[in-house]
């Protein structure tokens, strides 16, 4: 089964609109980190945020926030108030055990985000 | 503070060479990964390492691909007599090391082989 799982297929949202990505993750790990990195088209990868399984509240970073389900297995990315910046490439990743002696992550197969003016 | 260093940017190899991708990490980072991106697709693992060691190699193909992180110097992912499914861009990430959860990437290298 796949670990991660991003099935929509590109995404389109006006300018200052907001918009949430999905992304839905498997484990029998009851410790697990959840990340959303943005890949824009010059291909470098930046890390805009990340969810802890153990946190109590969903992670928020500037306009970036995660809608973490736990039952569901879902960590959906929000973006608030879109820009044109954000048109890019969005990954959704994941962390099985503990950050420490292992930590390599499983990437989904991602979501093109295009903003319209 | 620099960032992930990863040189060169942009490889081009014929069928059957050699190819040599190099990573530093940031200041003060022991832990390097090595993830591959086919076109279209997303990042997948290939090798964890510690300075001298290597944790994880999981993810490595069993033949042509090998990966060093040496005591002094930057991390090595060497693929021996590349074949044009090789093309792909190659990241390399590093994190401080236990009880740090974040990687942080470097800019990637783009193999192309012709």
């Known amino acids: 089964a796949q670990k991660i799982t991003q099935t929509q297929p590109g995404m389109f949202v006006q300018e200052k609109e907001a918009v949430t990505l999905d992304c839905t993750y498997d484990t029998s790990d009851p410790s697990y980190g959840l990340f959303w990195y943005k890949q824009p088209s010059s291909g470098e990868m930046i890390f805009l945020i990340y969810q802890g399984s153990y946190d109590q509240q969903n992670a928020t970073e500037g306009r970036y926030s995660l809608n973490f389900q736990k039952a569901r297995k879902s960590a959906n990315l929000v973006i608030s108030a879109s820009q044109l910046g954000d048109s890019a490439m969005y990954f959704c990743?994941?962390?099985?055990?503990?950050?420490?002696?292992?930590?390599?992550?499983?990437f989904g197969k991602g979501i093109t985000l295009s903003v319209r003016p | 503070n620099a960032g992930v260093m990863q040189n060169p940017r942009h490889l081009v190899r014929r069928r059957g060479q050699e190819a040599r991708l190099r990573c530093s990490p940031m200041?003060?980072?022991?832990?390097v990964y090595w993830y591959r991106q086919l076109p279209e697709e997303g990042l997948k693992f290939m090798v964890y390492?510690?300075?001298?060691?290597?944790?994880?190699e999981s993810g490595m193909p069993k033949e042509r691909f090998s990966a060093e992180f040496p005591k002094e110097g930057p991390s090595i992912l060497r693929i021996q007599q590349v074949v044009r499914g090789d093309s792909a861009a190659y990241f390399c990430?590093?994190?401080?090391?236990?009880?740090?959860?974040?990687?942080?990437f470097g800019p990637g290298t783009r193999l192309t082989v012709t």
């Open positions: 990743a994941m962390r099985e055990g503990f950050a420490g002696a292992n930590s390599k992550l499983t």
């Open positions: 990430a590093s994190s401080p090391g236990l009880g740090f959860y974040e990687q942080y």
């Open positions: 200041k003060g980072h022991s832990h």
């Open positions: 390492l510690q300075k001298e060691n290597i944790i994880d």
